[in-house]
Nanobody
Framework: QVQLVESGGGLVQAGGSLRLSCVDS????????MGWFRQAPGKEREFVAAISRSGGSTYYADSVKGRFTISRDNAKKTVALQMNSLKPEDTAVYFC???????????????WGQGTQVTVSS
């Protein structure tokens, strides 16, 4: 079973940084592609970043490319999202997601975390 818990959200000024973490309490973390999605008020949930099972491949939305970095530690069963040069338009609830037994994250992952709020003030 996959159980995802995010942490690290908060309030930051534009240009600042935050690091989100997601821990999987299950036993199959290294078998799953992992990703981050976000949902701003009044908008649909959107893809932010993803990482393959080994961590060898990463993918980013154009809006965050060059500013955000996704990484994973299979021994600690964690995936992180380092967010730099934050902008007010990055304000959203950020969700960790797992794609069971796959090397890529689809638009409808199998498992979701509960989300963590990120607010960027101008």
């Amino acid at each position: 079973q996959v159980q995802l818990v995010e942490s690290g959200g908060g309030l930051v000024q534009a240009g600042g940084s935050l690091r989100l973490s997601c821990v999987d309490s299950g036993r199959t973390f290294s078998s799953n592609a992992m990703g981050w999605f976000r949902q701003a008020p009044g908008k649909e949930r959107e893809f932010v970043a993803a990482i393959s099972r080994s961590g060898g491949s990463t993918y980013y939305a154009d809006s965050v490319k060059g500013r955000f970095t996704i990484s994973r530690d299979n021994a600690k069963k964690t995936v992180a999202l380092q967010m730099n040069s934050l902008k007010p338009e990055d304000t959203a609830v950020y969700f960790c997601a797992a794609e069971a037994n796959r090397n890529v994250v689809t638009t409808r992952p199998h498992y979701w975390g509960q989300g963590t709020q990120v607010t960027v003030s101008s």
